[in-house]
């Protein structure tokens, strides 16, 4: 079955625990990102990768670090999280870098820090 | 800066009405617009994507309409069921840019 998986589904953890949330693709899609779901302001985009090491900045990218050694695979790292990073995290994948593109999203990952 | 609204916020019908649901945007330099559903919990389940050069695109009770020139779109459910009831997120994809934008949603409410 074509999917995006996440892993974990939710994380309670305290200021400044490194955490990394997996995001993992069967579709052999050459672009992936990561977006951040937050009451009142909607989905955001952290990062995105358009292949392998090949990544680039979101809208809000600061608080996170992302990487992209194999192509099915693209890992969230938050190196020292803080509460205001408490929020729905989604992992996205598509299979062309140009326009004509369906985006797949992951099931989601709640993160609550406190 | 290209900005997405849905209205309205939330919407509650009786089973087997139609409606529409609305999008607008403020820049018409897209690629594409793309209509979500969200299930409370649940991640993000693609229900239609129209390129900017198409008018609609239909699947199943569901049809959506695109008017580029107008930044507008409309998603349309027909014989609405209970197991409609979701969040519904309309997203556009910027030209030369590689994120969606989104709106904010519309809570859809079915009742039996």
């Known amino acids: 079955e074509a999917q995006v998986t996440q892993n974990p589904r939710y994380l309670i953890t305290v200021t400044g625990k490194k955490l990394t949330v997996t995001c993992s693709q069967n579709?052999?899609?050459?672009?992936m990102s990561w977006y951040r779901q937050d009451p009142g302001l909607g989905l955001r985009q952290i990062y995105y990768?358009?292949?392998?090491?090949?990544?680039d900045k979101g809208d809000v990218p600061e608080g996170y670090k992302v990487s992209r050694k194999e192509k099915r695979n693209f890992p969230l790292i938050l190196e020292s999280p803080s509460p205001n990073q408490t929020s729905l995290y989604f992992c996205?994948?598509?299979?062309?870098?140009?326009?004509?593109?369906?985006?797949?999203f992951g099931p989601g990952t709640r993160l609550l820090v406190l | 800066k290209q900005e997405v609204t849905q209205i309205p916020a939330a919407l509650s019908v009786p089973e087997g009405e139609n409606l529409v649901l609305n999008c607008s945007f403020t820049?018409?330099?897209?690629?594409?617009l793309q209509w979500f559903r969200q299930d409370p919990g649940k991640g993000l389940t693609s229900l239609l994507l129209?390129?900017?050069?198409?008018r609609e695109q239909t699947s199943g009770r569901l049809n959506a309409s695109l008017d580029k020139s107008s930044g507008r779109s409309t998603l349309y459910i027909a014989a609405s069921q209970p197991g409609d009831s979701a969040t519904y997120l309309c997203?556009?994809?910027?030209?030369?840019?590689?994120?969606?934008?989104f709106g904010q949603g519309t809570r859809l409410t079915i009742n039996p």
């Open positions: 996205a994948s598509s299979l062309k870098r140009g326009r004509e593109e369906t985006q797949y």
């Open positions: 579709m052999n899609h050459e672009y």
């Open positions: 990768s358009m292949n392998v090491e090949v990544t």
């Open positions: 820049d018409s330099a897209i690629y594409n």
């Open positions: 129209i390129q900017s050069s198409q």
């Open positions: 997203a556009v994809k910027p030209q030369g840019a590689q994120k969606l934008v």
